[in-house]
T-cell receptor
Framework: GENVEQHPSTLSVQEGDSAVIKCTYS??????FPWYKQELGKRPQLIID?????GEKKDQRIAVTLNKTAKHFSLHITETQPEDSAVYFC????????????FGDGTTLTVKP | DVKVTQSSRYLVKRTGEKVFLECVQD?????MFWYRQDPGLGLRLIYF???????EKGDIPEGYSVSREKKERFSLILESASTNQTSMYLC?????????FGQGTRLTVV
């Protein structure tokens, strides 16, 4: 089955700096790659996703890049703010009706004011 | 706005008890999932269902079973709770890809 590895497990940055979280996956058939943000005590929520026919996607301060050949994808957050502090999960799945995703272990991002 | 609601936020059960965790979604989604979340281990899939009365094992099904009698409801059953099942349990639903999560049930087995 699919295996997703996520690095780093913890990341601390100063407010205004950029943060990068990287994930690799094993199943070349995976074609949908979402990123979820989980604030302390809250449920995970989708923040951005990318499909295999796209190399990069941006939404304001958040961007995701995908390298299908190397089977890795990354989340980039620019101009970080304290409210970006959370656990971030990457995931990989097949874009089918099952919608089953395999998640990475999560990255705890702390943005220091 | 999609709502996925789990019946309990916190639950304390004794070893050997049969435990039911309930999840209801209101968006007519075909797919429903149960995940377990432990520190440093991310979200691990226990079971999922893509239709009423259909179920498939995820990555860690041992010690669990599920029931889906109606489209909107997906139940996780711990047949005989053990201390190593103390964890946060998250239910999710989806139509195709994006998963919508419930608020989680923190289960403690003593």
């Amino acid at each position: 089955g699919e295996n997703v590895e996520q690095h780093p497990s913890t990341l601390s940055v100063q407010e205004g700096d950029s943060a990068v979280i990287k994930c690799t996956y094993s199943d070349s058939a995976s074609n949908y790659f979402p990123w979820y943000k989980q604030e302390l005590g809250k449920r995970p929520q989708l923040i951005i996703d990318i499909r295999s026919n796209v190399g990069e996607k941006k939404d304001q301060r958040i961007a995701v890049t995908l390298n299908k050949t190397a089977k890795h994808f990354s989340l980039h957050i620019t101009e970080t703010q304290p409210e970006d502090s959370a656990v971030y999960f990457c995931a990989a799945s097949l874009n089918t009706n099952a919608g089953k995703s395999t998640f990475g272990d999560g990255t705890t991002l702390t943005v220091k004011p | 706005d999609v709502k996925v609601t789990q019946s309990s936020r916190y639950l304390v059960k004794r070893t050997g008890e049969k435990v039911f965790l309930e999840c209801v979604q209101d968006m007519d989604h075909e797919n429903m999932f149960w995940y377990r979340q432990d520190p440093g281990l991310g979200l691990r899939l226990i079971y999922f269902s893509y239709d009423v009365k259909m179920k498939e094992k995820g990555d860690i099904p041992e010690g669990y079973s599920v029931s889906r009698e109606k489209k909107e409801r997906f139940s996780l059953i711990l047949e005989s709770a053990s201390t190593n099942q103390t964890s946060m349990y998250l239910c999710a639903s989806s139509r195709l890809t994006e998963a919508f999560f419930g608020q989680g049930t923190r289960l403690t087995v003593v």
